[in-house]
Structures are given as C-alpha cells and as structure tokens.
C-alpha cells in the first residue's frame, strides 16, 4: 500500500500544476463556475474537485486518507484523459482549458 500511495502521490503532482492558492483563485471566476458538467443541476463535478484538489494539496503528506488518495487517482486519470482530447488553435480562452483547470491543471503552465 505504501508503494501505491507513493505512486498516487507523484502522479498527482505531475497532472495538478496549480498550486491551492492559485485554484482557489481560480475557483472564484466566473470562467471556472461556467465549465464542466452539471449532471445534478447545482456545482459542476470539476468546479467540487477543484475545492476537494486544495484540500489535498494543504495537507501533510501523513494526514491523507484512502479517500484523498483516491480522488487523487480520479484527479489523475480525468487530467490524463482531458489532456488527450486538446482542440487545435489557441485554447487560452476555451471550456477546455478552463475544466482542466477545475481540476487543477493549467495546459498553458
């Protein structure tokens, strides 16, 4: 177990390359609350992630529980997959863009 959470640990830290204080900043916009997929009417999955994704990253190594660790493994997979389906052109200003963001990765970084 203490393998896989290492590996967890360092994946996460290659897909979020924001850190808490800028996804907070983030969080705030109005580009970030108009992003991502409101399945259950209310805050998009991204847009609570993002505030899950601080969580995480202000805490210390020891005080993450099996539930940090697997949203951190979620986090993970949905960068990787986002990251997969990159439209062509500038995508400063996209929803593309600013979903990864939710989640903690600005591609433009």
Known sequence: MAEDRERISAEFGEAVNMTAAELERW???????????RSGGG???????GRRITEILRKKKGDLSDDDYAHM???????????AQRPSGDVT??????????????PTK
């Open 73 to 83: 493994r979620k986090v993970t997979g949905y960068v990787h997959r986002h990251l």
């Open 93 to 106: 200003d996209t929803r593309w863009r600013h979903s990864l963001m939710n989640w903690g990765h600005d």
């Open 43 to 49: 805050e998009s999955t991204g847009h609570e992630s």
């Open 27 to 37: 969080l705030r916009t109005p580009e970030s609350e108009a992003a991502g997929d």
